[in-house]
């Protein structure tokens, strides 16, 4: 059971990128699907999430920047973020759980992890 991130590095503000979380040992349909961030210093916050009903949601810092998108097929998790800024260097994390319909972000604490794709955003 794996989650696998890639996709990060740097890039000048006001570009893009895209992350990726590929899902091996378990298949992400039905889950709850999350991308976290953590900067330096700073406690990890949710980003973007699609929950098992597919609602999307974001949080308000990256609202109307980046989209969160799953490909069942390729069971597969996605950030695409653009309009970067320099406040969105973070550790980027993707997450997944067994949760019905809504919840918060804490419920992610308990579902599956991957390791991280750093982004960094600087000129």
């Known amino acids: 059971v794996q989650l696998l991130e890639s996709g990060g590095g740097s890039v000048q503000p006001g570009g893009s990128l895209t992350l990726s979380c590929a899902a091996s040992?378990?298949?992400?349909?039905?889950?709850?699907v999350a991308w976290f961030r953590q900067a330096p210093g700073k406690e990890r916050l949710g980003v973007a999430t699609i929950n098992s009903y597919g609602s999307v949601s974001y949080a308000d810092s990256v609202k109307g920047r980046f989209t969160i998108s799953k490909d069942a097929a390729k069971n597969t998790l996605y950030l695409q973020m653009n309009s970067l800024k320099p406040e969105d260097t973070a550790m980027y994390y993707c997450a997944a759980v067994e949760l019905v319909g809504g919840g918060t972000w804490d419920d992610f604490k308990s579902g599956y992890w991957g390791q991280g794709t750093q982004v960094t955003v600087s000129s």
């Open positions: 040992g378990f298949t992400l349909a039905g889950l709850a």
